[in-house]
């Protein structure tokens, strides 16, 4: 739930778009072979050992600026560096809780993960509990975690010279060459291997989940239920698989296809960028007397390419940063800024300033939009600058293993770049990935075998986690599950204006009733 970044503000969200906001969707998954897990795979250490209760006390320190719920207590607990030798290296992994009230009514904890992959979950049980109901807060004590090597919880650095994320997204260069990626993709995975060294190896969603399990039993709990969005909707598919007897009530949404993690994850990317894309380009063309971008949306949408494609040329400095505003930095802001409803006029007002900039014609209202996209989040305290986008790498890349076949990447690129100019052949491009070290387990299997306990909520415009994304979630788990879709753009489902999603929602978490049949919902309004 990406709610954990800046709760919804669509001002705040600008601020932080290059970083955080881009993450939600980063994959949404890798080709996951079919294999089952090995029999003598590494599981949870709680079954084995006497888990000692997690002792709670104040938080660490949050970015400055950052607001925090001041019911918000956080602990640690110890987890293996790799499962597979419990006495073996501990690293720690903190978690926040936000208790429920003392009620009859209290069913257990609901584990909160916003996704990324790598963002920090500390915060999310206060961003989350305004949009909940009382009877779901008396329900459950919301429980939020830095996943391992993120945020609070042994962090990791590969030390890159770029700690943002928009660097590791591959778009080609004007005339469509891939080879400076994939120079760079074999340079940042070297350094990863040299400065996060093979430690960095056992930071994966399957032990992340494994810790989850330590948190439970941390938490004296016989299960917990899971409410994960975008890369945690992976994560929670691999806990029910890995322990499914201690899976309550699962709530996935924005989601990953299990079955792509995570080299085909973004297959879908620029079909869904071409579905989304319009919603915004409506909202600038109603605007076209002020903003001057079009009186269509295709002409927007025009403008637009033509525009990327001049700024791959030619870069334009942007006044007060030491930036030089690009074709992949126009993409990477707008990819962002379709996650939210609320923030497509921020990004209506981003073009104008955009194209302002190109024709150095820049107003002074204009600079301050680009100021304020740009800015950069403050650091949190003892978490390296470059920790999210280690993190990230080494989950979509050490999750499974990726094809190594650079000419292959740049066959798919150009296909990609003429099929959806949108994207301009970002999504098949090469990463990190296809350089980096041979995974140390076979990918979680993901199946229908198991109780049915899922509730998917998936909006059809989501430019980050595909609608057919999905939808290939729900065939994979079956009967384990039920589908409640939205008719709605962005990113986020639940309390983003559908009363038929919020209900079926909260009447899941509150009864553990679900849909016996996929539910589509068209009764958007905006909040």
Not at 6 to 30: D, F, M, N, Q, W
Not at 151 to 174: E, M, R, V
Not at 290 to 299: C, F, V
Not at 496 to 517: H, I, M, N, Y
Request: aromatic content about 6%.
């Amino acid at each position: 739930m990406q709610r954990s970044v800046e709760a919804g503000s669509p001002r705040k969200l600008a601020r932080v778009v290059i970083t955080a906001a881009l993450t939600v969707a980063a994959v949404s998954a890798c080709d996951a072979t079919e294999e089952a897990l090995r029999e003598d795979a590494p599981q949870s250490v709680a079954e084995t050992a006497a888990t000692p209760r997690i002792a709670w006390g104040a938080c660490p320190e949050p970015a400055e600026g950052a607001s925090r719920d001041p019911r918000l207590t956080c602990g640690t607990v110890e987890v293996p560096l790799d499962y597979r030798n419990p006495g073996g290296e501990k690293i720690v992994v903190t978690v926040s809780k936000l208790p429920a009230p003392e009620s009859r009514d209290r069913r257990g904890v609901l584990l909160l993960n916003p996704g990324g992959p790598a963002l920090s979950g500390l915060d999310t049980p206060g961003v989350v509990a305004p949009t909940l109901p009382q009877a779901v807060l008396a329900a459950y004590d919301l429980i939020g975690f830095d996943p391992r090597g993120v945020g609070h919880s042994t962090p990791q650095s590969c030390g890159l010279d770029d700690p943002s994320l928009p660097g590791l997204f591959p778009y080609p260069a004007a005339d469509g060459s891939i080879t400076a990626n994939a120079d760079h993709a074999r340079s940042t995975a070297e350094r990863c291997g040299k400065n996060g060294g093979e430690k960095i190896r056992h930071f994966t969603t399957a032990n992340t989940a494994r810790d989850m399990d330590v948190i439970r039993a941390a938490l004296g709990e016989e299960k917990i239920s899971y409410w994960g969005q975008s890369y945690g909707t992976y994560l929670g598919t691999v806990y029910e698989s890995l322990f499914p007897e201690r899976a309550d009530r699962v709530v996935l949404e924005g989601n990953v296809n299990p079955t792509k993690v995570w080299a085909h994850a973004k297959d879908n990317w620029g079909k869904a960028m071409s579905d989304r894309f319009p919603d915004a380009a409506r909202v600038a063309a109603a605007q076209h007397a002020a903003l001057g971008l079009g009186e269509t949306a295709d002409e927007v949408t025009k403008r637009y390419l033509a525009l990327a494609d001049r700024l791959d040329s030619t870069p334009a400095p942007v006044p007060g940063t030491s930036l030089a505003l690009t074709g992949a930095m126009l993409r990477t802001v707008t990819y962002s800024l379709l996650l939210e409803n609320e923030t497509l006029p921020v990004l209506a007002q981003f073009w104008k300033a955009a194209a302002g900039l190109a024709d150095g014609k820049l107003t002074e209202a204009d600079g301050q939009v680009l100021r304020q996209v740009f800015a950069a989040p403050p650091p949190t305290p003892g978490v390296p600058a470059d920790n999210q986008a280690t993190m990230f790498l080494a989950l979509t890349c050490g999750d499974a293993q990726w094809p190594g076949d650079v000419g292959e990447y740049s066959r798919r690129t150009a296909e990609d770049r003429a099929a959806w100019p949108l994207s301009a052949g970002m999504p098949a491009n090469i990463w990190p990935c296809a350089f980096w070290p041979k995974p140390v387990e076979e990918p979680v299997r993901v199946t229908a075998k198991g109780p049915r306990n899922t509730l998917i909520l998936q909006n059809r415009r989501d430019n980050a986690t595909p609608w057919e994304d999905g939808l290939g979630l729900y065939e994979v788990l079956g009967n384990r599950a039920a589908f409640v879709g939205a008719d709605n753009g962005g990113h986020y489902v639940y309390n983003r204006g559908s009363q038929c999603v919020d209900e079926a929602t909260v009447k899941f978490l509150t009864a553990g009733l679900l849909p016996d049949k996929q539910v589509d919902c068209a009764d958007i309004t905006p909040r």
